[in-house]
């Protein structure tokens, strides 16, 4: 079913009440620390000031269980949120209630309020039904924009919008649908998946929804091991999920079957350690007793950018090592490197992964950088997002 976009939406004169995620860092000095995730709120609040609207912002920041807590104040975002607009933020000192009413109803056109933390309430995690239409109240339109938490049906991510008028999703959330479902569904081949990070479990889904779509599956990161143990390999002291060998024997095979090829490191920069002792690369692809795989070697590398040149569409999640070590990041910076020179669409999902492309200066190279980590899977697994699903009803 389509969702609409907010653009589509007459909103002057009218409450819009706009689910953001200001779910920001904080330092020591109470000052936003990256402020990323506000200015990817900044189309949707810049259209809804524009049109004329009453413009209510909600978000949560950190976990505060549930009580007021004002080392999780939402202030500092407001504070930071007017330096970015140049205009007044007003900050309620709740998220529902008289005072929350009184300033929604005295807000002028084009005024932005922004209600405080939403997890100082239970409530909204457990999506209370009391809670989720007490927040309706005071609007007259709810607009998603936190793609962060769009894959948690809460008050404030779902609940609410029954019991509003008009359901929009703002800028950032359509970007996100428009990439990592409509694209990915539909990629321009060759489509290249490039998977790594931590652990396979993780990943099952993801992977099993990928093969049935892309022609070239290329696999780096800690879960290579678990995928080269089930090939026979040997892997050393690398981190193998003895659990998920299996799973991975099983991958493998419905790749083949779907004439998908699959890639697996062909060397290693192995170590002792984390820390880096007795850094080397190995000569092929298997590794000797007492050390473990850390990162892709350079040929694995040059194998990897050939293959991501040819491609029409590329998408990446999770480094192709232990890339917060500068020993062992050389192929994961390498590898983002070589999406930004190729030209085809490219869409990078997951936390760490955005963490990766960021420090490797490529951000604006890439076509899409997701800023969700969970939700961001959940959508290529091809899983209905809650958040989601509540526009679309
Ligand atoms: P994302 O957040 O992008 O989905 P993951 O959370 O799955 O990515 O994985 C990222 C983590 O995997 C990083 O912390 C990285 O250091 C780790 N990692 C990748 N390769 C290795 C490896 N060979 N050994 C140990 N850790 C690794
Ligand atoms: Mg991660």
Known sequence: ?????????????????????????????????????????????????????????????????????????????????????????????????????????????????????????????????????ELASIADVWVMDAFGTAHRAHASTAGMAEHVAERAAGFLLKKELDYLDRTLKDPQKPFVVILGGAKVSDKIKVIDALI????????????????????????????????????????????????VEVLLPIDHVVALDLEGVGRRITEGVDIPHGVMGLDIGPRTTELFREKIETAGTVFWNGPLGLFENAAFS???????????????????????????????????????????????LELVEGRGLPGVIALEQ
């Not at 290579?224 to 659990?243: C, D, I, M, N, P």
């Not at 999406?339 to 890439?366: H, P, R, T």
């Open 1 to 133: 079913m389509a969702v609409r976009s907010i653009d589509e939406l007459e909103l002057e004169g009218k409450r819009v009440f706009i689910r953001v995620d200001f779910n920001v860092p904080i330092d020591e000095d109470g000052r936003v620390r990256d402020d990323q995730r506000i200015r990817a709120a900044m189309p949707t609040i810049r259209h809804a000031i524009k049109a004329r609207s009453k413009v209510i912002l909600a978000s949560h920041l950190g976990r505060p269980k549930g009580r007021p807590d004002p080392s999780y104040s939402l202030e500092p975002a407001g504070l930071r949120l007017s330096e970015i607009l140049d205009q007044e933020v007003l900050l309620a000192d709740d998220c529902i209630g008289d005072g929350v009413n009184k300033m929604v109803q005295d807000l002028p056109p084009g005024g932005v309020l922004l209600l405080e933390n939403l997890r100082f309430h239970s409530e909204e995690e457990a999506n209370d039904p009391t809670f989720a239409k």
């Open 212 to 259: 049935a779509r892309c022609q070239f599956l290329l696999i780096g990161g800690a879960m290579a091991y678990t995928f080269l143990s089930a090939k026979g390999s040997s892997v050393g002291g690398s981190r193998v999920e003895k659990g998920s060998v299996e799973q991975a024997r099983r991958i493998l095979g419905r790749a083949s079957e779907r004439g």
């Open 330 to 376: 050389k192929g994961t910076f390498a590898i983002a490197k070589a999406i930004a020179e190729a030209s085809c669409i490219s869409v990078v999902g997951g936390g760490d992964s955005a963490a990766a492309v960021d420090q490797a200066g490529i951000s604006d190279k890439v076509t899409h950088v997701s800023t969700g980590g969970g939700a961001s």
